[in-house]
């Protein structure tokens, strides 16, 4: 077998052993030290030391220069080096200090207020309690970036309330796993920092880019939201007043005061000093992480136990994020050395494709991994198999990534393996069935499509920001 032929067979292993439930972490490390051994091993080197060893058999010398060959091979060093670049690389840096801050703004009590709150003050708008939940979710969907505590935490918060509120099981399900997934999208987003960190797109033109397009689709959200309200008033009936109590307008003032303003200023001071430059994604994650210990003490919420599992759960997190550059890394190397992007890009290549069918190639193929593994694995190890690719298309990388980020939301929503509808299903009471929320979901899954198509169509909504700040 050729090298190249070799390097599809690497692949094709490595995605059967993920199907199998191999760690994909260790199985990317594992992989690209075997296949690197056999990459870089130099078979004429070792055949002289063997030689020399034949011929003196009693040689101490001989045989350990026979051994040192064994073990003397570059894809020791070349593992040794992409963990260090990994540990050192100044843009993973902000991935420990954003989750921090989401565990602890999770851990503070505050997403409780804000609700509350927020359901107060839309009392009056058609379908208010389904607003108030997704304007909820997409805040602290932003302020954490991990969809699995957003849409458990909604679901324990916001779900009860709707389904006392008698609205439709399957569209109050809908709503709450649909607002789970935004932080992954709306900046400061996790994703986008791995993104950038994979694809060396400047992180601060990815947040520029990607806060419109975020924004367009929260609105498309709201609009359904609405629309359906005033269409099916019995999927969201008007709350009575024993369920949203009325509240004089200072009061109101009063409690969003202290209950939207802090967690709004706090996401928008993390984020306005990346956009203009105030800080670097470093400095802005480390200021987020301290005003999200500040709020959580000026709540009375901050205790040792809760910030002990913060810590830990950050700890854990970004570990498993670091550990998957190293081993993609490390076998994005060895594929790159075997010649397997060559042969993808000459594959690809030798379709003569345009742009447009090589995006929805790409974006399918994503859609489709986002069944079976997670966005973390997707961005690290199978986007940079199609970054190559882009200047044969003419295609931005920064809109490319926003694309994909967007296509990452199906992941979470699209049955059967739609995780965000397994985490509220997992603290949903009995009668809210598994079938009823992929059915709520539905309707959000197309409205994400149809995002994708307006930023096909309206490509100025991803780089307007980034042109009107950066040039």
């Known amino acids: ?74 894809i020791f060093d070349l593992f040794v080096n992409q963990t260090y670049t990994v540990m050192s690389n100044e843009v993973l840096t902000a991935v420990p200090l954003f989750l921090f801050m989401g565990y602890v703004v999770e851990r503070a009590n505050i997403v409780s207020r804000l609700f509350s709150t927020l359901n107060i003050a839309a009392r009056n708008v058609p379908g208010s309690m389904g607003v108030a939940a997704l304007i909820t979710c997409a805040l602290f969907a932003t302020a954490t970036g991990i969809v699995g505590a957003v ?29 789970g997934t935004l932080g992954i999208l709306i900046p400061p987003s996790i994703m986008l920092i791995v993104y950038a960190a994979s694809s060396g797109v400047s992180i601060v033109r990815l947040y520029a880019g990607a806060l419109l397009p975020g924004l367009t689709l929260v609105g498309l959200y709201l609009v359904y939201i609405v629309g359906r309200a005033l269409m099916q008033p019995s999927a969201a009936p008007k709350p009575t007043l024993e369920e949203v109590p009325h509240v004089p307008a200072g009061k109101l003032a009063w409690m969003l005061l202290t209950s939207f303003l802090p967690l709004a200023i706090l996401i928008m001071s993390v984020l306005g000093s990346i956009l203009f430059g105030l800080a670097t994604p470093t400095e802005a994650a480390a200021i987020g992480a301290l005003g999200g210990m500040l709020l959580a003490v000026i709540y009375r ?40 992007e060559h042969v993808i890009a000459d594959f690809v290549g030798g379709l003569d494709l345009t742009p447009l069918q090589f995006l929805l190639m790409a974006q399918l193929i994503i859609f489709l991994l986002g069944w079976p593994l997670e966005w973390s694995e997707i961005i690290i190890i ?24 967007l296509n990452l939301q199906t992941s979470f929503l699209t049955p059967p393996m739609a995780m965000s509808a397994y985490y509220l299903k997992g603290i949903a009471p009995p009668e809210v069935q598994l079938t009823m929320i992929f059915k709520g979901v539905l309707p959000f899954l197309f409205l994400v499509i149809v995002a994708m198509v307006l930023l096909y169509n309206f490509p100025n909504i991803v780089f307007y920001l980034p042109e009107k700040f950066y040039g």
Do not use: H
């Open 1 to 74: 077998m050729t090298d190249p032929q070799i390097a599809l067979v690497m692949l094709g292993l490595f995605i059967c052993f993920v199907f199998l439930g191999f760690p994909i972490a260790f199985t990317l490390m594992a992989m690209g030290m075997g296949f690197g051994y056999y990459a870089y091993f130099d078979a004429r080197r070792m055949w002289r030391a063997f030689n020399r060893l034949e011929e003196d058999v009693g040689s101490i010398e001989q045989a350990s220069s026979w051994l040192g060959g064994l073990f003397n091979n570059r």
């Open 382 to 405: 199978f986007v940079p198999i199609f970054l190559p690719l882009l200047p044969l298309f003419n295609i931005d990388p920064l809109f490319f990534g926003i694309l994909v980020a």
């Open 301 to 340: 919420a901050m205790t040792f136990q809760r910030l002990r599992e913060s810590v830990y759960l950050t700890v854990r997190t970004a570990a498993m994020v670091c550990w998957l550059f190293v081993g993609s890394y490390t076998f994005s190397s060895v594929f790159s050395y075997l010649g397997g």
């Open 151 to 179: 849409v458990t935490l909604m679901g324990l918060l916001a779900l009860p309330a709707m389904l006392k509120a008698r609205y439709n099981p399957s569209f109050a399900a809908g709503i709450i796993c649909a607002g």
